[in-house]
């Protein structure tokens, strides 16, 4: 304990008591600090820090804030992207998210963060506050958000902790951004017994703006207010992003009588649909200099990341910020994380009209403090120093840690035994069977159980939503400019090979946007990984941010942020690596857009791309024999480019990716999101190779008959692989050459099933 | 024509119901739930959402702002007013629609193109369909269960004030497939499915939904 309690009363450890007791011990271990951390923290002051220096210290270098395993790695991505990647990107790493120029005058922000942890622990507001959390980021862009997406995975689906996770997980997620108003336009659900213990809540948010209305979080000019906004600070959320809440600090044994809270935020989703209006109101009002959005660290992160970004200093009153609770401590208030609120830098000629905006829609705004022409942020309590750090040693110059690495000693057996000795189905009858039991599988089954779940309409900007392959959202109702999203990753493929099973990943979403019609522009990530500080973990990462990096140079599209989430492992054992990407593309009108599916009768199917027998992590191997081994499918990203380019060529009436499950479930999912069915000769001369492959840059389209000649003509000019494979039926029957027929209402039966008989 | 549509705080469909007012001909008019004025318009759309976020009950919070005191009173001399899904409940809150909507049967949120059929004509906001078509419209909610007295029903099916009904499966356990209801003069409708999101089929199930909003321009006296 570095203070003493009298009963009722906060003791505060200021900067001149810090100054006079520098032997005092304290728990900087119990807050996640090394001691060379906490050596170099008395190192930067000069003398011990107070208590609210080192909770801010703690949470700022915490792995989550201050990327100190990742960083060394991610600067690669730096090195990787080109000038010519770099020209449409207006913000991008660094940044609360990456921001492209999409033309017409517009700007599109999207960014994807992890809420793994919070979810375990409290799976409803643990993936509720990660929506929230992910638009404020947005927000605090400049940009209205437009639409959310939430790639997700939980353990084995009929495992009785997931039937826990997953109905409040799905639930959080709709019940926060459907009452934001926000619609979900897609995302992933994945069941694998490695996320039992540590599902992945990853949330992905895509706002636009005007060009001239892009917001940095910078504090600048001195004289400028410091302007806290939303709701009440409580004692929700302390150490949501370190190991803070230890007994010594969070000072309840002074016989106050509070208890703790969790270290899981509660959301108000209410809250910050107001403070969504409230702020582009603000923006439009051109009443912000800079802005920042409250989300992990709280205010730490908040006051030292727009001091740190600015050209001074920061001073701030940290007694007049609203609380929810009494008695809390300064280094309470400034590592709540409680959620909906916003720090914005305001000329001191504009608070009355900023405060004005607020009070009009009844949002609470208080002026803190001040920009200051020092390079201090000093922040003070009742008239006491209880701060007085450079804040870049808080926000911007933690800790780099350059962790060992090395390829784990199991990976050339894990890669040796390949799926090739697993027995297959044959015959006709054993064909059928398998495209039904791989049609029900819990990772190919309708979503729809938990898409329902989600307000995709809201806005009415909405063209493209789950089940189709790419989300896609109108950003201008005049002209018909729009983005289309998609996140992917196959965290087994990751695992039989980082480097390429990553670029798996990227291709699948790449592809996914070009299968929408849109033209892909710009890559996140939400890397969830293991312990850093195991070197096959390590290995792991270093190898998928490599494989991204290159692979984004291949593709010529820049990555403008991302998300690093480690320690995602039960015990020793890690998650399969899982580094989602997202991809981002752009289509001049909307209207333009390919849908998802079969097309109408008579259209004429063709499959592009080559199918070799590639089995190894694929779900096929997984679904019938719980296998994982082998190498993934090759990757060819030239030819993902060049299909891309042929989509795009139009004279196509549907299409479908083949992914997950190969041929079989795509024409599965075809013909029931078209309702009408299709006859079909399977190419190459194993059937079941033809069906279950996995093979990268494929997809499925559909062709009216009087484009087909110059289509097709098209791919070969473009040098990708097309082969007829039949045409589209007014019945309601899959028929594939040589498999006895697959009636629509059975296949409906089995795909659509799965999740209500695990999920009710 | 111009017709306001409200913005409660938290109210999410606004811009939805603006646009399908838009393209069916008339003029939108933003409505304020603090200004106690209707700014001269002749219809009035209480859109969709989560006003005051849903806290004590759905409607509860919404039915004493000032914009309300006006539309009462307004619907009360004839106005036709529409009450979509948050909006309905308001309505219903407000003593200008019977009934009360509850949890969905499912407890889940769901959300879903669902097919309704127009059992009523004659009212000021469904004029402009065939009697006993069916119309595709999404269907989004938490809290759509409608109830009422069974004296409440009987007179509602009486007097065949039941104006939209589900076809193809209930999605919230409505009592009578009720989907939307109306005053006994016809001139307030509120309906759960929401008619905004299916004004175009690019960015909804179909179009179906503008039927609703054209039907109200020939419902007032040139």
Known sequence: ?760 | MKVGVITFPGTLDDVDAARAVRLAGAEPVALWHGDADLRGVEAVVVPGGFSYGDYLRAGAIARFAPVMGEVVAAARRGMPVLGICNGFQVLCEAGLLPGALLRNAGLHFVCRDQTLRVERTSTAWTGSYEQGVEIVIPVKNMDGRFTASKSTVDELEGEGRVVFRYVGGNPNGSVGDIAGICSTDGRVVGLMPHPEHAVDALTGPSADGLGIFRSVLGSVPA
């Open chain 1, 1 to 760: 304990m570095t203070a003493t309690h009298t009963p009722g009363a906060v003791h505060v450890d200021t900067v001149d008591h810090a100054v006079s007791t520098p032997e005092v011990n304290q728990p900087y271990r119990e807050l996640g600090l090394k001691d060379d951390e906490y050596a170099r923290i008395r190192e930067i002051l000069g003398r011990r820090p107070t208590d609210a220096e080192l909770a801010m210290y703690s949470v700022m270098w915490s792995e989550h804030c201050s990327y100190k395993s990742s960083k060394v790695h991610l600067a690669y991505f730096g090195t990787t992207t080109t000038e010519e990647m770099r020209a449409g990107m207006l913000a991008g790493i660094g940044e609360n998210a990456g921001v492209v120029d999409i033309g017409d005058g517009w700007a599109v922000t999207f960014k994807v963060e992890s809420h793994n942890h919070p979810s375990y622990v409290e799976p409803y507001q643990g993936a509720a506050t990660g929506v929230g959390g992910i638009v404020r980021d947005i927000l605090a862009m400049g940009a209205r958000p437009l639409a959310v997406m939430d790639p997700l995975r939980f353990g084995a689906a009929d495992a009785p902790d997931t039937r826990r996770v997953l109905p409040g997980v799905v639930a959080g997620v709709g019940g926060y951004g459907n009452c934001l108003g926000l619609p979900n336009i897609g995302g992933e659900v994945v069941f694998d017994p490695s996320y039992q213990g540590n599902p992945l809540v990853n949330a992905l948010c895509v706002g636009a703006m005007r060009v001239e209305d892009l917001h940095l979080a910078h504090a600048s000019g001195t004289g400028n207010k410091v302007i806290l906004f939303g709701a009440r600070t409580g004692l929700d959320g302390i150490g949501g992003v370190s190991v803070l809440a230890s007994d010594t600090f969070a000072g309840d044994e002074g016989g106050t009588g509070r208890k703790k809270l969790p270290s899981v935020q509660v959301g108000d989703p209410f809250m910050e649909k107001v403070l969504i209006e409230c702020c582009l109101e603000l923006f439009g009002a051109g009443l912000v200099v800079g802005i920042q959005d409250l989300g992990g660290a709280g205010l730490s992160c908040a006051t030292s990341e727009l001091a740190s970004a600015g050209d001074g200093g920061m001073l701030v009153n940290l007694d007049r910020v609203p609380l929810r609770a009494t008695g809390m401590t300064p280094a309470e208030i400034l590592s709540s994380e409680s959620q909906e609120r916003m720090c914005a830098v305001v000329r001191p000629s504009d608070v009355d009209a900023f405060m004005r905006v607020c009070a009009k829609w009844d949002v609470i705004a208080t002026e803190i403090g001040e920009v200051t022409d020092g390079d201090r942020l000093v922040i003070t309590w009742h008239g006491q120093t209880v701060v007085d750090v450079p804040p870049r040693t808080v926000a911007h110059e933690g800790p780099v840690y350059q962790r060992p690495v090395q390829r784990p000693a199991d990976q050339d057996a894990l890669v040796a035994a390949g799926p090739e000795q697993l027995p297959r189905p044959s015959g006709p009858d054993e064909l059928r069977a398998e495209i039904l039991r791989m049609a029900a599988s819990p990772n190919l089954a309708s979503r729809r159980w938990v898409t329902e779940q989600y307000d995709r309409y809201v806005r009415g900007g909405t063209v493209l939503a789950q089940p189709s392959d790419a989300g896609m959202i109108r950003v201008d109702e005049a002209t018909g400019r729009g983005v289309a999203i998609s996140c992917d990753c196959n965290g087994r493929f990751v695992r039989l090979d980082p480097y390429a099973g990553t670029q798996l990943a990227l291709a699948e979403a790449y592809r996914n946007v070009a299968v929408s019609g849109a033209r892909p522009v710009a890559v996140t990530n939400c890397l969830n990984f293991g312990s850093p500080e195991d070197p096959g973990v390590m290995w792991q990462f270093e190898q998928a941010v490599r494989g991204l990096a290159d692979g984004c140079a291949e593709l010529g599209i820049p990555v403008t942020g991302g998300n690093v989430s480690f320690y995602n492992q039960t015990g020793a054992t890690a998650i399969l690596p899982t580094p989602v990407v997202g991809v981002l593309g752009v289509i001049d009108d909307v209207a333009a857009r390919i849908p998802t599916g079969l097309g109408a009768p008579g259209d004429v199917l063709v499959l592009l791309g080559a199918t070799e027998p590639e089995l190894g992590g694929s779900e096929w191997a997984h679904v019938a024999h719980g296998h994982l081994g082998g190498r993934p499918p090759a990757v060819d990203l030239r030819r993902e480019r060049r299909l891309a380019e042929v989509l795009r060529g139009g004279g196509v009436a549907a299409a479908h990716d083949l992914s997950d499950g190969g041929l079989a479930q795509t024409l599965v999912e075809a013909c029931l999101l078209s309702g009408t069915g299709c006859r079909v000769t399977l190419p190459g001369d194993d059937p079941f190779v033809a069906l279950f492959s996995e093979s990268s840059a494929r997809v499925l389209v559909a062709v009216p008959p009087a484009e087909l000649d110059g289509f097709t003509a098209r791919c070969t000019e473009a040098d990708v692989p097309w082969r007829r494979l039949g045409t589209v039926g007014a019945t309601d029957v899959l028929e594939i050459e040589g498999i006895p027929a697959l009636p629509l209402p059975e296949l409906r039966t089995a795909w659509e099933g799965t999740l209500p008989a695990l999920f009710g």
